[in-house]
C-alpha cells in the first residue's frame, strides 16, 4: 500500500527566504509526481508534474526534484512571497493501481506561511 | 479553456438524508475521479470513472456510489448521510492513460448536521 508523507507539517518563513518542501512515499512503483497548492477551503491547483523518467521540473521560482528510487521528492520555493502562503500537496500515481487512470495517493501537506 | 467545473459551492444536509454532487470536466479529459479531503487531511479516493463504468474504488462504503455520462460528466451520489461525511469533495478529471496529471475542480463543501 502506498503511503506518501510530507515534512514539516507547517512552516513559517520571513519573505524572500528560499525553502523546501519535503515529500516521501513508500513504493517507487510511481508513473508520476504532482505537487498542489491549496488555499484554505479551496480546490487544488496543480504546480508541477513530474513524470517517473525524469529528474526535476521547473515552473518560475518552483523547482521540484524526484529521486524515485529512494522514494523522495522536493519541492524548492525561490524568493518567498506572502502570496505563496497556503498549503502544498504532493500526490503520486501509482503503478500497482488498476484502471485506465489510477488514483492519487495524497500526503497531508505543508502549511505554509510567508510573513512580511 | 474552462477547467473542471463543481456544482454546488456549498450544501447543508441532514443526518439520514441523500445529496448528489456534480462535476463538469475539462474539456478533452474523458476520466474522473472523486475525492473527500476531511479538515486538515489529504484527499482520499472515492471512486474512478472512465466510459461510463466505475474503473477504481477506494475504502468507501456502498452508501457512495457514482455515474458518468456520454459527455463525461459525472455525479457522486451519498446515501444515508452521517455526520462523518462532513468535507469537502473534490473532483478531478484527466485524459485516458497513465502519463497525465490530474486538473482539480474548486469542491463542493458538505455539511451534514
Known amino acids: 500500500k502506498q503511503e506518501v508523507t510530507q515534512i514539516p507539517a507547517a512552516l513559517s518563513v520571513p519573505e524572500g527566504e528560499n525553502l523546501v518542501l519535503n515529500c516521501s512515499f513508500t513504493?517507487?512503483?510511481?508513473?508520476?509526481l504532482q505537487w498542489f497548492r491549496q488555499d484554505p477551503g479551496k480546490g487544488l491547483t496543480s504546480l508541477l508534474l513530474?513524470?517517473?523518467?525524469?529528474r526535476e521540473q521547473t515552473s518560475g521560482r518552483l523547482n521540484a526534484s524526484l529521486d524515485k528510487s529512494s522514494g523522495r521528492s522536493t519541492l524548492y520555493i525561490a524568493a518567498s512571497q506572502p502570496g505563496d502562503s497556503a498549503t502544498y500537496l504532493c500526490?503520486?500515481?501509482?503503478?500497482?493501481?488498476?484502471?485506465?487512470?489510477?488514483?492519487?495517493?495524497f500526503g497531508t501537506g505543508t502549511r505554509l506561511q510567508v510573513t512580511l | 479553456d474552462a477547467g473542471v467545473t463543481q456544482s454546488p459551492t456549498h450544501l447543508i444536509k441532514t443526518r439520514g438524508q441523500q445529496v448528489t454532487l456534480r462535476c463538469s470536466p475539462k474539456?478533452?479529459?474523458?476520466?474522473v475521479s472523486w475525492y473527500q479531503q476531511a479538515l486538515g487531511q489529504g484527499p482520499q479516493f472515492i471512486f474512478q470513472?472512465?466510459?461510463?463504468?466505475?474503473?477504481q474504488r477506494g475504502n468507501f462504503p456502498d452508501r457512495f456510489s457514482g455515474h458518468q455520462y456520454p459527455n463525461y460528466s459525472s455525479e457522486l451520489n451519498v446515501n444515508a448521510l452521517l455526520l462523518g461525511d462532513s468535507a469537502l469533495y473534490l473532483c478531478?478529471?484527466?485524459?485516458?492513460?497513465?502519463?497525465?496529471?490530474?486538473?482539480f475542480g474548486s469542491g463542493t463543501r458538505l455539511t451534514v448536521v
Open positions: 474539456s478533452g479529459h474523458d476520466t
Open positions: 513530474i513524470q517517473s523518467s525524469q
Open positions: 470513472y472512465y466510459e461510463e463504468e466505475e474503473r
Open positions: 513504493d517507487s512503483a510511481i508513473y508520476n
Open positions: 500526490a503520486v500515481k501509482s503503478r500497482r493501481n488498476t484502471g485506465t487512470a489510477s488514483k492519487l495517493t
Open positions: 478531478a478529471s484527466s485524459p485516458a492513460g497513465t502519463n497525465y496529471g490530474y486538473t
